[in-house]
C-alpha cells in the first residue's frame, strides 16, 4: 500500500511549500469534492523510487472560529486518513500555543508523528532541532521547505518506518537486459491475483451497483476474501477461467448473497486503489456529463500510468438528443485519454457490463506485454528513418536504441546523443509511433532516454 502522508501545523508554518516541493515533479491532484476535502488537497509524491500520497492541510491556529475551525476540522481529518504526520512548526518564529495544541492532539491520537522543524535558513539548525523538545516529540527535523534543505533526511525518517513497497520484488517477473544496461525489474502480473481491477469514481456515480452486478453476474466465482485492508476492498474472482482481483473503493460488502455498500466515499482510498490497481474501471454518470471531479481523478489516473477502461453508467433511459450530447462532450474533454476504451453501461439493468472485461484484458495485455529489444529498436529506426530528428547546434540527435524499461504502463528507453534535447514533440510522435505499432490500447506509455555522450 502506498503511505498516506499529511502535513500538519498552525497557518504559515510552511506547508504549502513543503507539499508543492514534494510533489513537484507531478501534478498536484486533485479533489475539492465538496463537504468532503474542501481544503485539503492531494499529491503523488516520489522519493527514491518509492511513491506516496501527500495530503495538505489548511492548517490549525488554536483559536478557530468561521472558516478557521472549518480548516482545523480538514486538518484533524487529514490526521485520520494518513499513515503519519509531519507536524511542521515554524523555527523562526519558535514555538506557539497553538503547535502545543496539535502536538497534544498527535499525542493523544497515537498517530506516527515527525516533528518537522522549518525555515531554519532563518536561525541556527541546532538550535531549531531542540527548541521544540517541550513538545515532547523529540528532536525536531530541521528543514528549508523553501530552499529545498533538510528534505532527503526528513523523508528518509518520515518513509523508513513503512516497509518498502515490495510489489516489485514479487513473483511472475522478468528482467530486462539490454547491452550496457543494468537489469532492470519490471513487475507482472501475480499469479494469485490476476488482474487487479479498481472500481473508481465520484460519489453517486454508480460503483457500488456496479461492483454487485460484476460479482453478482453467473458466470462469475467470488472467492472468500483475501483479507481485507484498511482502505479498499480486495475481492478475488474468476470469469471465463480468468482470475480477477476487484478493488472496492465503494466499500462494498457480502452479506450471504448480498453486497452491499458500507463505507463512504475517501480521496485517500480511492488514489491507493488506483495505485495498487493493473486496471482501473473509472465510471462516470452519463447524466452529468463530464465534470471538473472526474478531470482530476482521470489526471491522477493518468498520472500513475494505470491502465484505463472508462464506463459511462446510467446509460439507460437517456433521450437519444441528451445520448448525442454527452457522446460530442466526451469526445471533446476525455482527449488527454483517448487511449482509453469508453463503454455506454448501465450498472443498475445491467447492460454492456459483461463488454467491460474485453477492455480489461485488451488494455491489461497492452500494458505488461514485454516487448524484445530488438522490436523496440527496430520501431525506432523505421520512426527515425521516417522523420529524423532536428539539428541541435548543428549536429543531429542521434537515437540508437530502445529497450524495455517498465511495463504497467510500458516504459521505453532509448539510447542516444544529445537526448536532453529531443523536443516534446519529437517524443509525442515516438510514443505515438510506438502505441501504433504495438497497437496498444487501453494504456498510456512513457518514453525515456539515456544518453551516451
Ligand atoms: P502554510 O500556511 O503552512 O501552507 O505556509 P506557506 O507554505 O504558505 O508558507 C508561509 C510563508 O513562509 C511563506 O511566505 C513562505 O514563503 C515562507 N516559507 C516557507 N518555507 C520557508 C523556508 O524554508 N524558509 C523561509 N525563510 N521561509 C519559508
Ligand atoms: P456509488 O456512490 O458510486 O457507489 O454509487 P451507487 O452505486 O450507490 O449508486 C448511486 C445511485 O445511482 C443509486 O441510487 C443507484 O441506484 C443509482 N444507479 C447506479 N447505477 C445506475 C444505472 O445504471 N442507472 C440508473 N438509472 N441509476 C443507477
New binding site residues.
Given amino acids: 500500500m502506498v503511505p498516506v502522508i499529511a502535513l500538519v501545523?498552525r497557518?504559515?508554518?510552511?506547508?504549502?511549500?513543503l507539499f508543492n516541493r514534494l510533489t513537484k515533479t507531478r501534478d498536484a491532484i486533485v479533489a475539492e469534492y465538496a463537504g468532503l476535502t474542501r481544503d485539503r488537497q492531494y499529491g503523488e509524491a516520489k522519493w527514491q523510487g518509492r511513491t506516496y500520497i501527500v495530503i495538505d492541510t489548511g492548517?490549525i491556529s488554536g483559536d478557530e472560529e468561521g472558516i478557521d475551525a472549518k480548516m482545523a476540522e480538514q486538518s484533524l481529518q487529514a490526521i485520520e486518513e494518513a499513515d503519519a504526520v509531519l507536524f511542521?512548526v515554524d523555527s523562526?518564529a519558535g514555538m506557539t500555543a497553538a503547535d502545543q495544541l496539535i502536538a497534544e492532539h498527535l499525542r493523544k491520537r497515537n498517530k506516527r508523528s515527525f516533528l518537522v522543524a522549518?525555515?531554519v535558513?532563518?536561525v541556527d539548525p541546532d538550535i531549531a532541532r531542540a527548541e521544540f523538545s517541550p513538545l515532547g516529540l523529540g528532536d525536531a527535523l530541521p528543514i528549508?521547505?523553501?530552499?529545498g534543505r533538510g528534505i532527503n533526511g526528513m523523508l528518509e525518517e518520515a518513509l523508513g518506518i513503512f516497509p518498502r513497497d515490495n510489489a516489485e520484488d514479487e513473483e511472475g517477473e522478468a528482467e530486462v537486459v539490454a547491452e550496457g544496461e543494468e537489469p532492470k525489474r519490471i513487475p507482472g502480473p501475480s499469479e494469485k491475483d490476476g488482474i487487479k481491477i479498481a472500481i473508481i469514481g465520484r460519489p453517486n456515480v454508480g460503483k457500488s451497483t456496479l461492483v454487485n452486478r460484476m460479482l453478482g453476474e453467473e458466470r462469475v466465482i467470488v472467492y472468500d476474501q483475501a483479507g481485507t485492508t484498511r482502505d479498499s476492498i480486495y475481492i478475488p474472482f474468476e470469469r471465463d477461467e480468468e482470475k480477477y482481483t476487484l478493488i472496492d473503493t465503494a466499500g462494498v460488502r457480502r452479506r450471504g448473497k448480498i453486497f452491499e455498500a458500507v463505507e463512504k466515499f475517501s480521496v485517500v482510498k480511492t488514489l491507493q486503489a488506483i495505485q495498487d490497481a493493473n486496471v482501473v474501471i473509472f465510471v462516470m454518470d452519463a447524466r452529468e456529463g463530464v465534470v471538473e471531479h472526474d478531470l482530476n481523478l482521470l489526471g491522477f489516473v493518468l498520472e500513475t500510468g494505470r491502465a484505463l477502461v472508462i464506463a459511462l453508467n446510467k446509460w439507460d433511459g437517456m433521450e437519444p438528443g441528451q445520448r448525442d450530447y454527452v457522446k460530442t462532450e466526451l469526445e471533446r474533454r476525455l482527449m488527454f485519454v483517448d487511449f482509453a476504451d469508453i463503454h455506454f453501461i448501465s450498472a443498475l439493468h445491467g447492460t454492456g457490463v459483461g463488454h467491460l472485461y474485453k477492455s480489461v484484458q485488451a488494455s491489461f495485455k497492452s500494458a505488461i506485454t514485454r516487448w524484445p529489444t530488438s522490436r523496440l529498436t527496430q520501431i525506432l529506426e523505421d520512426a527515425v528513418q521516417e522523420h529524423q530528428p532536428p539539428l541541435v547546434n548543428g549536429r543531429r540527435i542521434k537515437l540508437r536504441y530502445a529497450h524495455l524499461g517498465g511495463a504497467n504502463p510500458p516504459l521505453v528507453v532509448i539510447h542516444g546523443n544529445q537526448v536532453e534535447a529531443v523536443p516534446k514533440s519529437y517524443t509525442r510522435y515516438l510514443e505515438n509511433t510506438y502505441r501504433r505499432v504495438l497497437k496498444l490500447v487501453g494504456t498510456p506509455i512513457r518514453i525515456e532516454y539515456k544518453g551516451s555522450d
Avoid: E, L
Avoid at 497557518?11 to 511549500?17: A, C, Q, R, Y
Avoid at 528549508?144 to 530552499?147: E, G, N, P, T, V
Fill in positions: 501545523g497557518p504559515n508554518v510552511g506547508k504549502s511549500t492548517g511542521m523562526r522549518n525555515k535558513d532563518t528549508a521547505a523553501a530552499h
